[in-house]
């Protein structure tokens, strides 16, 4: 079977999820947002009354017991868990305050990140054509991926967005306790042992700070098409304007 796996690499808030998410639109790709798996683990573990910067054992322990599903008919995808066959819509949770602080406690263990790692090398095999996010995606999950970008910005740049993010969706946001959680994140994630947040050596990388979100999104397309051009138009022709006008 024919593949075309595009990574997205990069810190928190550098727009990652919403750009991978027009992309995929845009070159008729599936989309993969895998902090949504890490931000769903963390959810269903505080859910669960789980510590997690200190029951780590019960934390790789429902990681090992978890199934996660992106129901692409929705756009942007809901995520589900399926927990000892109950599934459990985690969608409305994966922002919430409490599941951003503790995201890195779970994504720091590096069991956790074993699961999480062969899930979603399991979805692009089930999945082959897709748009994928994430701090390891180039580096570890895909390796081989057709195309690989490192997206950045300032930390101030991502807090502001992070910020504009959270109070779209109706959710209370200090963006002084954002570029905090950021910059806290930025060196936990560069520094842990296991998947650490790098720069894949044969990713393009690109400062978003100075890009608008369509900027980035048009750049990147350019360059997916100047890579991957004929696999692309094995699957489908270039998406119309009024398609395009749908990936918003």
Known sequence: MHSLIVTLDG?????????????????GLRFLDTGAMYRGLAALCIDRGLETANQTQAV????????????WAQDPPRFHAVVDDHEIDLTDRLRDADTTRAVSDVAALGQVRLVMVAAQQQIGREHPWLVTEGRDQGSVVFPNAAAKFYLEASP????????????EAGKP????????????????????????LICP???????????????VVAFLEDQVRQQCGAA???IHPPPSDAQRGRCG
């Open 11 to 27: 810190p928190a808030g550098s727009g990652k999820s919403t750009v991978a998410r027009q992309l995929a639109c845009h070159l």
């Open 60 to 71: 790789i322990h429902l990681a090992r017991r978890c199934e996660f599903r992106f129901d």
């Open 156 to 167: 101030a740049i991502r807090a502001k967005r992070r910020v504009a993010q959270l109070r």
């Open 173 to 196: 946001a200090n963006q002084e306790e954002i570029l905090a959680a950021i910059i806290h994140r930025d060196h936990r994630d560069s520094t842990r042992e296991d998947g650490p």
């Open 201 to 215: 050596p044969d990713a393009m990388r690109l400062d978003t700070s100075d890009m608008s979100l369509q900027e």
């Open 232 to 234: 692309l138009a094995q």
